[in-house]
């Protein structure tokens, strides 16, 4: 009989103590494409430390705060001791991949974790605190919106890239298939325009000009250098444009002759 009551004894315990703990707040948000300098995230994870520690308080005797930085270098995932990227020496010029993760059980604010790459940039914020938990992360998302690009990213990249394909092919069909039929030697323009832009969106490492996340040692502040993967993609539209354009001219100056 004492075996039964026991166990009894040990369940009410159990619930009794997960009903008595705080409920656990949890908000994530997703992010568009960022392109920034180290500088500039070493200041919105210190803003985001501040504020933590404020919300926490100091840690007790058997409280104790983890952190983890992890930074993506060519394929691989390096663990740094500290989260003041430009101060370290060691950093490489660009970084696609960054994950930074706070953790302090039973607090206000119990986690953060700070998840930014080329498929998917999230944000997510937990802890006891409901007001603390939406605050920290709407300040996170707010500071994050200055450096968020229109374009970039590996779904854009796949979507934009399977049409440019299909309309760089059927081109190269079609013109192909014209200057074949009528001889018109004049009208190559169409298929050689259409060749030179599958090459280009084939073998162009568009990862690095279009990246969904990319931190930079240093990041100019200059128009050009900043857009110009954007500048670099309207070049490429005009001149898929001019490959109709180079058709009509070639036909108008067949007929001329």
């Excluded at 953060?112 to 498929?119: E, F, K, N």
Aim: some cysteine; aromatic content about 12%; hydrophobic content about 45%.
């Amino acid at each position: 009989m004492r075996l039964p009551v026991l166990i009894g004894a040990w369940l009410w315990l159990a619930v009794t103590f997960i009903s008595a703990r705080a409920p656990e707040f949890s908000q994530s948000r997703d992010l568009p494409p960022l392109k920034m300098a180290a500088a500039d995230l070493d200041t919105i994870l210190l803003k985001a430390q501040s504020f933590i520690a404020v919300a926490n308080g100091p840690p007790g005797e058997q409280d104790f705060a983890r952190e983890s930085v992890k930074v993506g270098i060519r394929g691989q995932e390096i663990e740094i001791p500290h989260f003041s990227l430009a101060s370290s020496v060691a950093f490489p010029k660009e970084v696609f991949r960054f994950s930074y993760n706070y953790s302090r059980p039973d607090g206000p604010i119990a986690s953060l974790t700070i998840d930014l790459s080329d498929d998917s940039r999230r944000i997510s914020v937990s802890g006891e605190s409901a007001d603390q938990v939406e605050t920290l992360s709407n300040q996170l998302a707010n500071d994050f919106v200055p450096y968020s690009t229109p374009i970039g990213g590996a779904k854009f990249r796949r979507l934009a890239g399977a049409c440019l394909l299909v309309f760089l092919l059927m081109s190269l069909m079609v013109s192909g298939a014209y200057c074949w039929n009528t001889r018109r030697y004049s009208a190559l323009g169409m298929p050689i325009c259409s060749a030179i832009g599958l090459m280009l969106v084939l073998l162009v490492p568009w990862n690095r000009f279009f990246p969904g996340f990319a931190l930079y040692q240093r990041y100019s502040p200059f128009f050009l250098i900043r857009h110009a993967p954007e500048i670099c993609l309207l070049a490429l539209l005009a001149a898929l444009a001019g490959i109709p354009l180079s058709y009509f001219l070639s036909r108008s100056h067949s007929k001329a002759w």
